[in-house]
């Protein structure tokens, strides 16, 4: 008849590899190979230039509103880095370079913040479902992604994406409680960027970290420092052979910082200090993994300023060949397209009703 | 060839189906061990074992959400919501991802998915048990309504939703369950979704039901012919949504007059379409104003005022017989 | 007196209920410090403090479900929804509670809340935040529906809302949110719940719109004036349920013509209890069929096809005279 | 560059007082008035008569479905007797004695669940919600009732019921996550009864105890004997005063079992041993407290066989003037009360359409 603290199985770690600085901790350094870690590397500065000229692009008026990244490119990059093609990712709407890497053509990510479908389409060969935008949603689709693969005793893992804010939906409880109880192969990479829209991280949930929610249903949960693609490489790799051996879930919240925009639409003025900004561009992923690349002699800086004409090349090429998709023809009618497999009898009436309409021409699609 | 009963009825789809295809996958509460607390899973636990037949955590949201992932990787998971009063807690996971996954992806994915589930009244249920609120789903684009009214067609309609390439959502008439039996084929049989059927031929006037509502409604056919020597012409929608106004408009074509029932409450209720599209397609023939007997636009009361509040045979008779008036 | 747009005018509404009343209180995602996505709660934290404005989780249904306890207990709480598309993670609770903590509790509590959420197209949005589906909510017994039209309607109904005794879910028309300004009192308005509105007097065709399509409605109303010599008399819904149809009624019963014009999608959507109401209350007077204008049954697009997919003023003018043919 | 253990701020414990012989841990006894311990047994002993008779009843089809409660009257009461008369309490649907206790009439549940809507009235002077359907959807209003008294300086507190399978639904963590955000002088019970329907607790989460899920929103949690009512009591009395200090939520979970049907329309020998349910009538939580307060010389076997025979007069008493009741003239258009304020134009004309309908009289007011 006692009052006994109750042993848990699992506690809560924190990793850190890569200081902001690029000093690296030897014991902890992940074992990678040389053209890995640079690709790395070129991947995250093309992310890191693309949403540059997203953003550009949006002031001119040529897209419409869409989320940056700026910030998250480690966190995101070092989580799908431990995916093999085969496995599946189900992002958020924030995960543009996690797509990318996956093989999503940078064009369409153009076309669809331009306003055009087409531009979420899925290719055959990746193996991904498109963006979400019911904030905490899509979880659950990875958790039945990952226990369809372990019915079907295939050898793959889901991952899937969201963010701080997604953690205070109900849904994502019950992905974490559905994938402990299945014991799914699936990894719940959390994007805390400190904020969702104009709420601190502090005023979504009063835990400590976001990793202790793993707790509640028993899975393992780590916190890392998302500005270092090493310590998230790690977790994730870890996280996605424990999934892989048939042990299960695992929840990796990644600490890392929106440094821009919540969408173009945003104003962070009205809700953050330009301080806390200046704060965390010292923590910048991209320079501190130079810097690491730079001391192992696999980078130089000529090297990367052929980078960067190389990367200003593929996205002015990007940029005008979504354009010219975009003066292409577009059916309004194709927006019949996809509602089911086989257009029932009310549609094929108001398909047709659409196209009578004198109101509506080819102008009527409205270029972005 | 067996007499069997509803349940029985949809659970001889389930057996064939997880016996023909192991993509199909059975998920909810209590559908394993237990058998579902109409039964309907009865045995399908013990015949398929616990990897086909998934007892889950006690989460509408998370069942639907992860048979939305199962059906995207290649699975045809059957989810059974306990009862349609809790279906509410499923509704942005149906409208935002089952619905919208096909075209989101531009045809790469699709959700096959089935969410069977329990509705209606006439079963002196508690609170949250005997509401019929297919409405909120047949308006969803994207989304397939299907309701069946007896032990045959309810297996056939059950498999074809299975076999469905798009998410069905689809509502058992609870009253029905062990209403009365029918003799259903051994070998499968299915029966195309979208097409209402005709239930009954008659001259004078058109009544298009669906569900436990077809039990009143056949019965007041009977009453309507012996009684009042009237001849009503009755349509078994099946498919509410997308529906499908073929038959309707052509019956109501031939008879002038049509009456429209349903459990659920009148106001923004299915009913309502049904008169949309009589008016659009079939004005020039209306007789009469077209009826409505249904559920009131009150919360479903409990066991005792529940007689009161259902539409029932004589309330047919009587909208009927006002359609003739004039 | 001063010239607002709706943003302002729904502010207003808010901010004089709030100097007056304590027990009003604003809670959601992000309408404290940054004051709304839209501004719709601007600079209210500043003035009333967390206390009173409260940025909560990211979380729809503790939205609302907090809401409810506050609102049996005694208090005021008005709850944005970001966007309407994400409402249907509040159904259950809204669906559940709200709409019958009076009925359960026999009249022991009421639950005063509002949701207020903006609805609709024509903005370029992002996939959701385009969505008008006040039918879901229309169809829920217990829940009134309310949708403004304009600055001066949006506070008033607002204001009404706010001391209304029973759950309000209150659609802003983004569209319309900086669209044009009116004249709004300073001294308080309310205008009652319930009540549609002749928006424009005519003769010859009713037109049943509400919310952003009244634009494009009043646009056809001048066009068909001055290019067709036709008079159409304009009625704006404003509460869309319960639905009060007086006035519909009495219109057509005067022009033997109706258009019901809305954005969402067609089949099952509120045109089709328009509809049945006309021909349950008005049937020998309608000379012609009923007209719908409305959105598809379709995902809403993207903002490509955004134009083609929403109700205009021609389409509003051309269903206009299909009814004055034949 | 660490990667190190993050200390959390709270430790799960178990308590336990009062062993299933009746023996007491002396030093965590908890400091109660005599006619309190008095009071609590009569209770707890009158709710097992009442479940015993309403089982009864609807078994002669008298009432219809219910949810009994037997085995868990000391997890209800244990909790609900730390409260005060102006707390609020926000229950499931199997909280009947907790709700009599709470001086919810007996004889409403036999109108209730012989369908007669008038049976959920909450009385002027009980500050309780009627019972709750849809499983997890409850505590939220809890949650808002706190904040509600914390905003108007109250010095009250909201007391929410759940079972285990609750903690599954999403609506669970978005209340405990709002409690932990607004600090909210909010307690919630968690009945543990093992089971919901079929599903035993070991699959409703992959989680070791229930009370951990508190660490997901940094409130604290702990799990109790919840067949042992001096620990529920000293637990609920403990979270309670935190809540009313201003020191926000806590989680209880009381570790008991549901000894009968979930409802009446169960049946439980199609998913549980028999023997498992006599491994747990040896820890009933009646006769321990009996023992106890035996031991203590409170009570003798003659005061329990008076007491006996008043609960038998009182439970009859409640059967016969709720079937009294029942036979008055209910008048069927009364269900078009409480549905808004005041009746909108429809529903008067539904109304009127309803006294019309022929086929409608006083005998379609269907008794039990
Ligand atoms: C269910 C839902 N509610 C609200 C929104 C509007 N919204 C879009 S993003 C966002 C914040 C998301 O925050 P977080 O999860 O931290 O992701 P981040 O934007 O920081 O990447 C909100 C409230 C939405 N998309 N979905
Ligand atoms: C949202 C919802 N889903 C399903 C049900 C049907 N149902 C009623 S009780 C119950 C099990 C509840 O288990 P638990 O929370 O442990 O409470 P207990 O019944 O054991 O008291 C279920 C599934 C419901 N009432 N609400
Ligand atoms: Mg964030
Ligand atoms: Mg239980």
Not at chain 1, 59 to 82: M, N, Y
Not at chain 1, 170 to 196: K, T
Not at chain 2, 3 to 28: H, R, S, Y
Not at chain 2, 286 to 309: M, Q, S
């Amino acid at each position: 008849m006692p009052r006994k603290e109750i042993e848990l199985p699992y506690r809560i770690e924190y990793l850190s590899i890569l200081d902001a600085d690029g000093n690296v901790d030897k014991e902890l350094e992940p074992d990678m190979p040389d053209d890995l870690l640079l690709k790395l590397f070129k991947a995250m500065l093309a992310g890191r230039r693309f949403d540059e000229r997203m953003l550009h692009l949006q002031r001119q008026g040529r897209i419409g509103t869409f989320p940056p990244i700026k910030g998250q490119e480690a966190s995101q990059l070092g989580a799908v880095a431990a995916l093999e093609a085969a496995d599946w990712m189900v992002p958020a709407f924030r995960e543009t370079l996690a797509e990318i890497w996956r093989g999503k053509p940078m064009e369409n990510f153009l076309l669809y913040y331009a306003g055009y479908d087409e531009g979420s389409k899925v290719e055959d060969d990746r193996n991904d479902l498109p963006i979400s935008v019911p904030v905490g949603s899509q979880m659950l689709h990875a958790v039945g992604i990952a226990m369809a693969m372990k019915y079907k005793a295939q050898p793959q893992v889901a991952m899937t994406f969201f963010g701080d804010g997604a953690t205070s939906e109900g849904d994502f409880h019950e992905a974490l409680n559905f994938a402990g109880v299945f014991q799914a192969p699936v990894v719940f990479v959390c994007q805390n960027n400190q904020w969702a829209i104009s709420i601190p991280r502090a005023k979504q949930t009063h835990s400590k970290t976001l990793a202790q929610k793993a707790v509640a249903h028993d899975i393992p949960g780590i916190q890392v420092d998302g500005n270092d693609v090493l310590a998230v490489y790690s977790a994730a790799r870890e996280a996605v052979e424990r999934a892989r051996k048939g042990d299960g879930p695992t929840l990796i919240e990644c600490f890392t910082y929106r440094m821009s925009l919540h969408t173009t639409a945003d104003d962070p003025k009205k809700y953050r200090s330009e301080e806390e900004v200046k704060e965390w561009e010292k923590r910048d992923p991209i320079s501190r993994f130079a810097a690491y690349l730079k001391t192992k002699k696999l980078l130089t800086d000529e090297a990367v300023e052929k980078l960067e004409a190389e990367i200003a090349k593929e996205v002015q090429d990007v940029v005008d060949q979504a354009e010219q998709l975009m003066k292409e023809e577009v059916d309004p009618a194709d927006m019949f397209h996809h509602i089911f497999a086989e257009l029932p009898p009310t549609l094929v009436e108001q398909r047709e009703e659409m196209l009578r309409d004198s109101s509506l021409g080819k102008k009527e699609v409205d270029h972005g | 060839m067996a007499k069997l009963n509803m349940v029985q009825a949809l659970n001889l789809a389930m057996k064939q189906e997880m016996e023909k295809n192991d993509n199909v996958v059975i998920l909810g509460e209590d559908v394993g061990v237990d058998g579902g607390v109409f039964r309907v899973t009865d045995k399908l636990f013990d015949q398929f074992g616990e990897k086909r037949v998934m007892d889950t955590p006690l989460a509408e949201s998370g069942i639907v959400g992860v048979a939305i992932g199962m059906a995207v990787y290649g699975m045809r998971p059957v989810c059974e919501i306990q009862f349609s009063g809790f279906s509410y807690y499923i509704f942005h996971q149906l409208e935002a991802h089952a619905a919208r996954l096909r075209h989101r992806s531009q045809g790469r994915y699709q959700v096959p998915l089935v969410v069977r589930t329990p509705y209606g009244g006439g079963v002196r249920a508690l609170e949250h048990h005997s509401e019929s609120r297919e409405a909120y789903f047949a308006h969803t684009p994207g989304l397939k309504m299907v309701i069946p009214s007896g032990p045959r067609n309810a297996r056939a309609l059950l498999l074809s939703a299975i076999r469905d390439p798009d998410p069905v959502i689809f509502f058992e008439p609870k009253a029905l369950y062990r209403a009365f039996r029918e003799e259903v084929p051994d070998e499968e049989e299915t029966m195309p979704l979208g097409v209402p059927q005709l239930a009954r031929e008659g001259k004078d006037v058109t009544v298009v039901a669906y569900g436990a509502m077809m039990f009143p409604v056949m019965e007041a056919a009977d009453e309507l012919q012996e009684k009042h020597g009237v001849e009503i012409e009755v349509i078994d929608l099946l498919t509410i949504s997308p529906l499908d106004d073929e038959l309707i408009v052509a019956s109501v074509k031939k008879t002038g007059r049509a009456v429209v029932v349903h459990e659920a409450p009148r106001s923004f209720g299915p009913g309502a379409e049904i008169m949309a599209r009589l008016v659009e397609k079939a004005f020039y023939y209306l007789e009469t104003p077209i009826k409505r007997v249904t559920g009131y636009d009150i919360v479903f009361p409990l066991a005792a005022r529940e007689t009161a509040y259902m539409p029932n045979t004589q309330k047919v008779v009587g909208a009927v017989l006002q359609t003739l008036e004039s």
